[in-house]
């Protein structure tokens, strides 16, 4: 099946700096990307949804100065927490959708933050 | 708003028993539903998908139904493993969207 990756796996930073979270479709084009941060024990929350070449599409309360996204490519997503805080240590998780088919979704294998 | 509901959100079962897990959502006007497990610490594979004109889909030890007009699915898992020790999640898309609307999960433990 697809297969998408995340790097880093995990990262710890120090309060008030950013960290960029990569998220790669390795064996097909991704044309919507979409980004999920779970809190423990809670299920996953869609952040943002993003297309490759355009703005992305944020959920409701979801900052987007704060968390940037970009999607310059058919197989690449980024996602940037800026000037990140304690509250935002959570795990992160992005998914490639196949269209056609059976319009499925494929996670990565999440990123860990840590803000310390 | 779709909100997607599971039950119970832990089961613990002894080794080959069979097992039910399900999934309740208030939209009804879905076009398929999603079953997914999650290890600890771990990204999410997916189970098995079922699009909104079936009833059920297999796979393995694993079958799923849907019945749309009541809002529901069930995820049955024939003779358990403690290989099958994971959160157990299912999600719908939102209308005219792939975005997706997941519940909080059945936490399942399988004892050898």
């Known amino acids: 099946g697809a297969v998408v990756s995340q790097h880093p796996s995990w990262v710890i930073c120090k309060s008030g700096t950013s960290v960029k979270i990569e998220c790669r479709s390795l064996?097909?084009?991704?044309?919507?990307m979409f980004w999920y941060r779970q809190f423990p024990k809670q299920s996953l929350m869609l952040m943002a949804t993003?297309?490759?070449?355009?703005?992305?599409?944020?959920e409701q309360g979801v900052e987007k100065d704060k968390f940037l996204i970009n999607h310059a490519s058919l197989t690449l997503s980024t996602l940037t927490v800026t000037s990140a805080h304690p509250e935002d240590s959570s795990f992160y998780i992005c998914?490639?959708?196949?269209?056609?088919?059976?319009?499925?979704?494929?996670f990565g294998p999440g990123t860990r933050l840590t803000v310390l | 708003k779709q909100e997607v509901t599971q039950i119970p959100a832990a089961l613990s079962v002894p080794e080959g028993e069979n097992l039910v897990l399900n999934c309740s959502f208030t939209?009804?006007?879905?076009?398929?539903l999603q079953w997914f497990r999650q290890d600890p610490g771990k990204g999410l594979t997916s189970l098995l998908l079922i699009q909104s004109s079936q009833r059920e889909q297999t796979s393995g030890r694993l079958n799923a139904s849907l019945d749309k007009s009541s809002g529901r699915s069930t995820l049955y898992i024939a003779a358990s493993q403690p290989g099958d020790s994971a959160t157990y999640l299912c999600a719908v898309p939102g209308a005219g969207s792939y975005q997706l609307t997941f519940g909080k999960g059945t936490k399942l433990s399988v004892i050898p």
């Open positions: 993003s297309n490759e070449g355009s703005k992305a599409t944020y």
């Open positions: 064996d097909f084009q991704a044309t919507t």
């Open positions: 998914s490639g959708h196949l269209a056609g088919g059976t319009d499925t979704q494929y």
């Open positions: 939209d009804s006007a879905i076009y398929n």
